[in-house]
């Protein structure tokens, strides 16, 4: 397997612009997180899926943010319209949860708002 | 809901001494405390992991120990390796299943 798989790599946009970010999970895995990681707050929690389902949404910071999982293969996470404090790297990643919790990450993508 | 605190936030050693990162969390439900490591530009990379039913775990030149009462997790890197320097964090798993709980995070630099 090619591992957690985001794209794109880098994004830079302007204030105002809605922003798509995208991830493939490791196939099989059940869980799937959207992380954001900053200098001043480090990695942050934003949603996190079990089995295509959102289960727990209380760190996406505001409404301007949202994310899908249409299928178990797939999922984005979207920021409308962005602003410059939402640069940050953002990271999928995905386990099959329970017992076996090992979190694979992904790349990352690194947004700039300008 | 679980909160996991992580010191020192960055570190130096030289190569070939020992590093420690402690961790402390806020859910005695915990079971699961993984480290991560994370170099330059890349995404965090499991190096070891620890379940509640164990004090201690080693891996080579990685350790870590787990203290349920303190609530406290510790990561041991002997002999230090230039290559070893990265951040590395600590998280926890709290009882609401998967949602897995990170520390600030430890730069760690290993100096030839």
């Known amino acids: 397997d090619a591992g957690v798989i985001q794209s794109p790599r880098h994004e830079v946009t302007e204030m105002g612009q809605e922003v798509t970010l995208r991830c493939k999970p490791i196939s099989g895995h059940d869980y799937l997180f959207w992380y954001r990681q900053t200098m001043m707050r480090g990695l942050e929690l934003l949603i996190y899926?079990?089995?295509?389902?959102?289960?727990?949404d209380s760190g996406m910071p505001e409404d301007r943010f949202s994310a899908k999982m249409p299928n178990a293969s797939f999922s984005t996470l979207k920021i409308q319209p962005s602003e410059p404090r939402d640069s940050a790297v953002y990271f999928c990643?995905?386990?099959?949860?329970?017992?076996?919790?090992?979190?694979?990450f992904g790349q990352g993508t690194r947004l700039t708002v300008v | 809901g679980e909160n996991v605190e992580q010191h020192p936030s960055t570190l130096s050693v030289q190569e070939g001494d020992s590093a420690v990162i402690k961790c402390t969390y806020s859910?005695?439900?915990?079971?699961?405390f993984p480290w991560y490591k994370q170099e330059l530009g890349k995404g965090p990379q499991l190096i070891i992991d620890i379940r509640s039913n164990v004090g201690e775990k080693k891996d080579q030149r990685i350790a870590v120990t787990l203290n349920k009462t303190a609530k406290h997790f510790s990561l041991h890197i002997t002999e230090t390796q230039p290559e070893d320097s990265a951040v590395y964090f600590c998280?926890?798993?709290?009882?609401?299943?998967?949602?897995?709980?990170f520390g600030q995070g430890t730069e760690l630099s290993v100096k030839p």
């Open positions: 990643a995905s386990s099959l949860g329970g017992s076996n919790t090992e979190a694979f």
């Open positions: 859910d005695s439900a915990s079971n699961y």
């Open positions: 998280a926890a798993i709290g009882n609401q299943g998967g949602k897995l709980i």
């Open positions: 899926f079990n089995n295509n389902v959102p289960i727990d």
